[in-house]
C-alpha cells in the first residue's frame, strides 16, 4: 500500500475478543536513545518501535558519532557521542519533531556546527522557545530561515548561565530536551519551567529513563529540575509498550464491544497514556490486569457513557478518545488541550472537521471538544499529515461501513504495522 491509495476498513465480522501486541513506546525509546547516546560505556536499548521517528532518531544519533549497530528491535551502542568531533553535519529530522528537539539540544554539545531541519510541515511547528533556552545558556544557536523554526544551526558556547527559564505551556519536549542535556554542561543546570506544565507525566518519564542511566536530578519540584554535572553510564535498557499505540486496540473493544488483550501493558508504568484504560472505565468498559497484560471488555448490554477529562497529561490520545465519545449515550468534553492544535496537525480543528465528515456531532472549543452522541457514516477523511488522526478515525470503520483513510501510510511514524494489526481484529 502506497502513501497515495486510500484504505478501506472492513467492519469487525464477528464479536471482538483477540490478543494484540504493540510496539514499543515511542517516547520512551527516544529519550533512551538520547541517553545511550551521550553515556559513559557500552549500553543497549532493546523493544525498539520500528516507526519513522525511532528510524529518525537512530540516523541523527549516528551522525553525531554514536557507533550503533541495530540488531533486530535492539540497538547496541558500542560507543557513544563524540561531541570534540568538529566536522558540520546536517541532521534531517523529517518529520519527527521529538528527534528535532531533543537534537537540537544534544547538538549544542559538539564543537562542529550542526545544522536540524525536516521536512517542511515540521519546518513550521515551534521551536522558538528551545532555541531561545540554549542561547540563554550560551550555546551557539543561530536560525537559518527566521527565528524559532527549523533549519537552525547549533554548536557549543560558553556556559554563562546554569539557571534557565522556559515556557511549560508549549511543549514539554522543549523541558525534556534541556533535561537531556543538563548534566553534561560544565556547570549543570537548574531548569525552572513558568506557566502550567502541559504533560507532566512526559517530564517524569525523562526522569525514570536518566534514572536508568545513573542521572536523577538533585532538586526536583513542581516548577524546577536541577541538575549537577556528571556522566550517564551505560546501561541495558528494554523500553516498555507503547501505552499510545495500545489506545487504538483498546478503544476497539469500547467501540465494537468485546474483548481485546494487550501483551505487556500490565507492567507499564513511565507513560501517563497508560491511564487511558482508566477513562475508558469510567465509560462502561471493564479491565483486569493477568500477569503483565491488560484485558479490556465492554458487555454488548452495557452502553458507554459520556464523560468530561482534562486531557492535558494523555493529550496523544484526544482522537482516541474523542471516536470513542461518538459512540456513548451522553456528550463528553474532552479540555486542557489547546496547545495540541501545534502537533503534526490542528488536533483539535482537524479533529473536529474529519468527525464531521464521517457523521460525528462534535463542538470545537478553544482548548478541547465536545463530542456528542453521533450515528457515525462512512466517508474518506483526510489525516492531515498525523498518524494519530488516521490511526483513530479509521476504528469508527470496524462498526461503521465505508470508512475511507486518505494517505494511509502516515503511520509508519510509530506504527508502520497498524493497518495488519487493524485488519486482523476479530
Not at 211 to 229: A, K, L, M, Q, W
Not at 256 to 280: P, T, Y
Not at 343 to 364: M, N
Not at 389 to 406: Q, R, Y
Request: net charge negative; with cysteine; aromatic share 4%.
Amino acid at each position: 500500500m502506497s502513501g497515495s491509495q486510500p484504505h478501506s476498513v472492513t467492519p469487525l465480522r464477528a464479536q471482538l475478543n483477540t490478543t494484540v501486541h504493540v510496539p514499543g513506546s515511542k517516547s520512551v525509546a527516544a529519550r533512551a536513545l538520547v541517553c545511550a547516546a551521550l553515556a559513559s560505556g557500552k549500553s543497549s536499548v532493546g523493544n525498539l518501535p520500528t516507526g519513522d521517528d525511532t528510524v529518525s532518531m537512530l540516523s541523527g544519533l549516528s551522525l553525531l558519532g554514536a557507533q550503533i549497530d541495530t540488531r533486530g528491535n535492539t540497538a547496541v551502542f558500542e560507543s557513544g557521542i563524540d561531541v570534540n568531533q568538529e566536522s558540520p553535519i546536517v541532521i534531517n529530522a523529517r518529520l519527527a519533531g521529538t528527534t528535532a528537539r531533543f537534537l537540537t539540544a544534544v547538538s549544542a554539545l559538539r564543537a562542529g556546527e550542526v545544522v536540524i531541519t525536516g521536512e517542511d510541515s515540521l519546518r513550521k511547528r515551534p521551536m522558538h522557545d528551545l532555541h531561545q533556552a540554549l542561547s540563554d545558556i550560551g550555546l551557539d544557536v543561530s536560525p537559518l530561515n527566521g527565528a524559532g523554526v527549523l533549519p537552525v544551526a547549533v554548536k557549543r558556547g560558553e556556559q554563562k548561565s546554569d539557571r534557565i527559564r522556559i515556557a511549560a505551556t508549549t511543549s514539554s519536549q522543549f523541558t525534556t530536551a534541556l533535561m537531556l542535556i543538563a548534566p553534561m554542561l560544565s556547570r549543570g543546570l537548574s531548569i525552572v519551567t513558568e506557566g502550567e506544565v502541559v504533560s507532566q507525566s512526559y517530564l517524569d518519564m525523562t526522569i525514570g529513563v536518566q534514572n536508568s542511566f545513573g542521572v536523577t536530578p538533585i532538586e526536583r519540584g513542581e516548577h524546577v529540575f536541577r541538575y549537577d554535572t556528571g556522566d550517564y553510564v551505560g546501561a541495558q535498557y528494554e523500553v516498555e509498550p507503547d501505552a499510545s499505540s495500545a489506545s487504538y486496540p483498546l478503544a476497539a473493544a469500547a467501540i465494537a464491544a468485546g474483548r481485546v488483550v494487550v501483551i505487556g501493558l500490565g507492567r507499564s508504568s513511565l507513560q501517563g497514556d497508560a491511564k487511558f484504560v482508566d477513562v475508558l472505565v469510567s465509560m462502561g468498559c471493564f479491565v483486569e490486569v493477568a500477569g503483565d497484560d491488560v484485558v479490556l471488555s465492554r458487555p454488548q448490554d452495557r452502553p458507554l457513557q459520556g464523560v468530561t477529562i482534562d486531557m492535558r497529561d494523555m493529550s496523544d490520545l484526544v482522537p482516541t478518545l474523542a471516536v470513542v465519545a461518538a459512540f456513548a449515550q451522553t456528550a463528553t468534553t474532552i479540555n486542557g488541550v489547546g496547545f495540541i492544535r501545534n502537533k503534526e496537525s490542528d488536533r483539535i480543528g482537524d479533529l473536529a472537521h474529519e468527525l464531521r465528515v464521517l457523521g460525528v456531532q462534535v463542538d470545537e472549543l478553544a482548548d478541547g471538544l465536545t463530542v456528542h452522541p453521533s450515528k457515525p457514516r462512512g466517508g474518506m477523511v483526510n489525516t492531515h499529515h498525523d498518524h494519530r488522526l488516521a490511526m483513530s478515525l479509521a476504528l469508527i470503520g470496524l462498526v461503521t461501513p465505508g470508512v475511507v483513510i486518505n494517505d494511509p501510510m502516515v503511520v509508519t511514524k510509530s506504527w508502520p504495522e497498524y493497518w495488519t494489526m487493524l485488519g486482523a481484529l476479530q
